[in-house]
């Protein structure tokens, strides 16, 4: 029933972008906040970002700050993560998660997509 599928990945060279798209149903996507995780080879599972209901509050883990942009289009049900001067250690596989309890501290984490494969190397 829910569904999250996100596309946009593929290979790039350093310093290069690629924008990642998350396409949301089965649930009512502007009443979640939303994130963007990643999970490298030689890495745990990373919290990259996330973005409450409404647009309105980001938040960024320190290693992709001003690189990385995400934003929301709920009309849409898309989620978007933009990735700017790309390095390397960025080759990971992307997730979009629905995200619950971000007003009250306690994340939780319900949805999950099948991610989307980024691969920065020259």
């Known amino acids: 029933q829910v569904q999250l599928v996100e596309s946009g990945g593929g290979s790039a060279q350093p310093g290069e972008s690629l924008r990642l798209s998350c396409a949301a149903s089965?649930?009512?996507?502007?009443?979640?906040?939303m994130s963007w995780a990643r999970q490298a080879v030689d890495k745990g599972l990373e919290w990259v970002s996330g973005?409450?209901?409404?647009?309105?509050?980001?938040y960024y883990m320190d290693s992709v700050k001003g690189r990385f942009t995400i934003s929301r289009d709920n009309a849409q049900n898309t989620l978007y993560l933009q990735m700017n001067s790309l390095k390397p250690q960025d080759t990971a596989l992307y997730y979009c998660?629905?995200?619950?309890?971000?007003?009250?501290?306690?994340?939780?984490?319900?949805?999950w997509g099948q991610g989307t494969q980024v691969t920065v190397s020259s």
């Open positions: 973005v409450n209901s409404d647009g309105s509050e980001t």
């Open positions: 089965g649930f009512t996507f502007s009443k979640y906040a």
């Open positions: 998660v629905a995200t619950t309890g971000w007003d009250t501290g306690v994340l939780e984490y319900p949805y």
